[in-house]
Structure formats: C-alpha cells, structure tokens
C-alpha cells in the first residue's frame, strides 16, 4: 500500500510563510514526480508545483516567484516552500506522487497517488 503524509499547514498572516512537507511510503521502485495541488472551497483543484526526480520544476502562474518545490532523494519527500502568502492561497493542499511501484517480480506505474491533504489558511 502507498501511503503520502503531507505536514507543515497551518494559520498565518498574509505576506508570512510556510514550509509544506509530504513522505510517500510504499513498495516503491522509483518516483517519476511528485506535486502540489489545492483547492478552495467551491472551486476545483488546481495545479501548484511539480517537481521530477531529476529536477524540472513547473508552477502555476499564480505561484512563480513566491513559490518554490523542492525534493529530497533519500527520504522520498517533497517540500513547498511558500513566501509571501496571500489571502487568496487559502486552501487544502494535496500532495501527487507519480510513482514506480514492485509488482510481481517486476515493476507497474502508479501515477495517480494522492495525500488526505493539509490546511493552509492565510489571513487578511
């Protein structure tokens, strides 16, 4: 069974801070990418940040030059560091990993893993 935990949300006050954390866990042969999504009450899910495991970074608009996605090889973990917050990145933030998984002797894709989510609320 894969298992992501993401950690690090929390309350803060617009122009603060925060650093989000997710650990995937599993039968896992190799992770592809890994990334952030949110979603707001009554909207969609939409894209933060990705990151491969060789080091592309890819970012929402509304993230560049406040954002940065980082990762950590050895301990299958990816972070987001948020500068600068905004009212308007309230949300859950969900943690996507695409994965390589042992399966039968060999190997199967598994890209459509996802955390439970963490709370970031940015106030005003």
């Known amino acids: 069974q894969v298992q992501l935990v993401e950690s690090g949300g929390g309350l803060v006050q617009a122009g603060g801070s925060l650093r989000l954390s997710c650990t995937v866990s599993?039968?896992?042969?190799?992770?592809?990418?890994m990334g952030w999504y949110r979603q707001a009450p009554g909207k969609e899910r939409e894209l933060v940040a990705t990151?491969?495991?060789?080091?592309?970074?890819n970012y929402a608009d509304s993230a560049k030059g406040r954002f940065a996605i980082s990762r950590d090889n050895n301990e299958n973990t990816v972070f987001l560091q948020m500068d600068s917050l905004k009212p308007e990145d309230t949300a859950v933030y969900y943690c996507?990993?695409?994965?390589?998984?042992?399966?039968?002797?060999?190997?199967?894709?598994?890209?459509?893993?996802w955390g439970q989510g963490t709370q970031v609320t940015v106030s005003s």
């Open positions: 996507n990993a695409d994965l390589t998984l042992y399966d039968r002797g060999g190997v199967r894709r598994g890209r459509d893993y």
């Open positions: 599993g039968s896992i042969f190799s992770i592809n990418a």
């Open positions: 990151i491969t495991w060789g080091g592309s970074t």
